[in-house]
């Protein structure tokens, strides 16, 4: 039971007793996640701004000895605490898809032909590549020469595949490219996205081109869309050669509909600095992806959700409900987001609202926007009031388990599509929901604080001492004369 | 006699103040002394990039990125957000840029002063913005949109623009400075988890979990009894004391001088 005394002894001298504190008491099975585990980097601060070294080191030892019992109590009971598990994460993965059309034959960033510059700047990418990044390059429009569309817009081949990487092998594919065909965009996304595969994490695809797609339909930007929505997050950041204003309205139009990013480079450096910069994020931002989830039309048959990151789409003015259980003493934090993925009217919102099993509305969160923007959020708090608890009290007098509360949250939003905007798939729903103990109101400030009332006890104290010592002193002369 | 007692007094205003005196230094945010800049920005709020107050940030994107970074935040804490954007000529029209902030859950926080949203014309070559924030509060109703502890997410984006000047180069200088801070203490209450987002991919329940009576610990200590330096208990403790102390002064002040 007491077998590991040492990192606990270990994290007392750290002199941080809460902390040790907070993990005993998650190891007994606590759901509720434990203060200082959750607040990012520094810890909160208690009192911190005394210089009195001697009452610290007092207090200090105090709560290390409450601390050091408790946790004695706490092993005992229930043997060593238990760190919360997390899967290994995937390496991150990326891809880059490089246009090789005729196009990029045109001699026009600083002297030089387009491919030469992706040339290079892919071989500096590939040189600083982080070791565990896994890179994948598709060309597309590299090896067809000759003038039949339907064969042409079948031309996109993976040059490296998806995995660690073989540098000199990765760069002598690229060197043996040659400017030849059309530019199947659209097709080429689609098997970007097939070569990076399903799984937990985000995937990303660095799309380079020059040319607006000359093989729609499909039309690239549809593609991403439904690429988009397919479950894996997928997010396509686009790069721009030379861009005219037709690549330009594609290109946004793809970043747009994943989250990515456009960017039109007019130099050999500035194309080598981004796409380094955008391998780097994708292991900089490489985090899990959210869980999809299917929101209903009607709070009975809502999905039930735990705490965590979900996923969904919502249609133009569409109502989506969800439903998270609540223990008495709990308190519900949800956020939603909806990104504008698609070019939407000027003024819009989104209404995020807590409601009570038969309807009634116990908290909303709004937020509204206009102009251009990637996302717009809402989030709202609720804990159960004194009322609901009294309710859920007398439930445990009757019944040996507390039946938890169900709140309702129903997100809906006030986005009007423009004339020729697609209404389907829905617009990218990111749901984040928390339950956490709940935080009461303080009692009444029974006791002051502040140099004012310290100076109006003081001056009381004062006088009350001046009347007592007057009136004894009266008090003493008259019956001594008496 | 009056003297010792004078001398105790006085030490012991000292040592109130000493212990009370709150840290509340007001200045410009400048960066800490030997904090780390940071180069990278996130795009998404699950991807925001970490920062904390005093550490400069400095990264190159591109016109119309959405840029998003972090930052921790305690309660009497006031935090000032300045970025200056940095961009190419030969753009082609006027354009609006923005910070905008957002607490833990996602919820848009006030500017109480700085130019959140500037506008510059096509001739510009920088364009700076500037947002002071509300004081943290280290409580309020959960119905109320108070700022509280926890994360806050800054996004620096650029709102209105012809559109052929989007995807231009531009490097963004930001930084967060802590601008005053008055201590956890100095509200009533205390929220029981800061508002830090769970990043963590949720799961779908099949039935509402069952709970028993019992799950509710009992961490109690002498750590959660003993009051904060700060509080109303010790301030109200120390008028206490020093009332006492000036009751006695008084009392022998008005003691008949002994006689010879």
């Given amino acids: 039971m007491l077998a590991e005394p040492t990192p606990f002894l270990a994290q007392l001298t750290e002199g941080d007793p809460a902390w040790t504190l907070s993990a005993g008491a998650a190891g007994r099975g606590d759901p509720r996640p434990s203060r200082s585990r959750r607040f990012g980097a520094p810890p909160p601060k208690r009192s911190s701004k005394v210089d009195l070294t001697t009452l610290r080191i007092v207090i200090n030892f105090r709560r290390s000895t409450a601390v050091l019992l408790g946790l004695l109590a706490t092993t005992a009971l229930t043997g060593p605490a238990q760190a919360d598990e997390e899967p290994a994460p995937e390496p991150p993965r990326v891809e880059l898809v490089l246009d090789v059309s005729g196009s990029m034959r045109a001699a026009d960033i600083d002297g030089r032909t387009r491919i030469s510059v992706a040339q290079q700047a892919f071989n500096e990418v590939v040189d600083a590549l982080p070791e565990e990044t896994q890179l994948g390059i598709r060309v597309l429009g590299a090896t067809y020469r000759g003038k039949d569309k339907k064969v042409g817009c079948q031309d996109t081949q993976q040059i490296v595949p998806v995995g660690p990487v073989d540098r000199s092998a990765a760069k002598a594919a690229v060197a043996t490219l040659r400017p030849t065909g059309f530019t199947p965009v659209g097709l080429a996304l689609r098997s970007a996205a097939q070569d990076l595969g399903t799984g937990a994490t985000t995937r990303r695809i660095v799309l380079i081109t020059d040319g607006e797609d000359t093989c729609a339909p499909p039309d690239p930007c549809e593609v991403a869309r439904e690429l988009a929505a397919q479950g894996t997050s997928l997010v396509v950041d686009t790069l721009g050669l030379a861009p005219d204003e037709k690549v330009r309205r594609q290109l946004l139009c793809i970043a747009s509909a994943t989250g990515g990013t456009y960017t039109a480079a007019q130099s050999a450096e500035e194309l080598t600095d981004r796409i380094k910069q955008l391998v780097e994020r994708a292991a900089d931002t490489h985090t899990r992806a959210p869980t999809v989830v299917g929101g209903t039309s009607a709070c009975d048959s809502a999905p039930l959700l735990a705490p965590g990151v979900y996923a969904d789409r919502e249609a133009f003015s569409e109502h989506r409900y969800y439903r998270v259980p609540i223990r008495p003493g709990q308190e519900l934090r949800a956020s939603v987001s909806m990104a504008l993925d698609r070019a939407v009217n000027r003024d819009y919102g989104v209404l995020l609202r807590a409601t009570a099993a038969d309807g009634r509305e116990l908290v909303r969160g709004a937020d509204a926007g206009s102009g251009r923007a990637d996302v717009l959020s809402a989030g709202l708090r609720w804990s159960a009031t004194a009322d609901d608890e009294d309710a859920a009290e007398t439930e445990q007098s009757s019944a040996p388990v507390i039946e938890p509360t169900t709140v309702c949250l129903v997100v809906s939003n006030s986005f009007a599509p423009r004339p020729g905007t697609a209404a389907t798939p829905g617009m990218p729903v990111e749901l984040t929901i928390d339950v956490v103990a709940a935080a009461p109101a303080p009692d009444g400030p029974d006791l002051g604080r502040g140099w004012v009332l310290l100076g109006l006890l003081t001056i009381a104290g004062l006088i009350t001492g001046l009347l007592a010592g007057l009136l004894t002193r009266w008090w003493v002369a008259t019956w001594r004369e008496n | ?260």
Wanted: with cysteine.
């Fill in chain 2, 1 to 260: 006699m009056r003297i010792a007692l004078f001398r105790s007094m006085a030490a012991l205003l000292a040592a109130g103040v000493a212990a009370l005196l709150p840290a509340a230094a007001v200045a410009a945010p400048t960066p800490s002394p030997g904090a780390t800049p940071v180069n990278r920005a996130g795009t998404s709020f699950l991807t925001a990039t970490p920062i904390t107050a005093g550490q400069p940030v400095r990264v190159d994107a591109s016109i119309g990125d959405h840029l998003y970074w972090s930052f921790p935040a305690t309660a009497g804490q006031v935090h000032e957000i300045n970025a200056t954007v940095t961009f190419p000529k030969g753009r082609s029209g006027a354009s609006t840029w923005t910070v905008d902030v957002f607490d833990g859950l996602r919820r848009r926080q006030a500017c109480t002063a700085g130019a959140q949203t500037p506008t510059v014309d096509a001739k510009a070559s920088n364009v700076v913005l500037g947002c002071t924030l509300r004081e943290v509060r280290s409580w309020a109703e959960p119905w109320s949109a108070d700022p509280l502890p926890g994360t806050y997410v800054v996004r620096l984006s650029v709102i209105e623009l012809p559109e052929p000047d989007l995807g231009a180069p531009i490097d963004v200088d930001l930084l967060v400075g802590t601008i005053a801070d008055r201590g956890a203490s100095a509200d009533d209450g205390e929220l029981a988890a800061p508002l830090v987002p769970n990043t963590k991919a949720g799961t779908v329940l099949n039935a509402v979990p069952p709970v028993d009576a019992e799950a509710d610990d009992e961490s109690g200590s002498l750590a959660d009894w003993l009051p904060d330096l700060g509080s109303r208990w010790v301030w109200t403790g120390i008028g206490g004391v020093l009332a006492a102390v000036a009751g006695v002064f008084g009392f022998a002040v008005t003691r008949r001088p002994r006689r010879p």
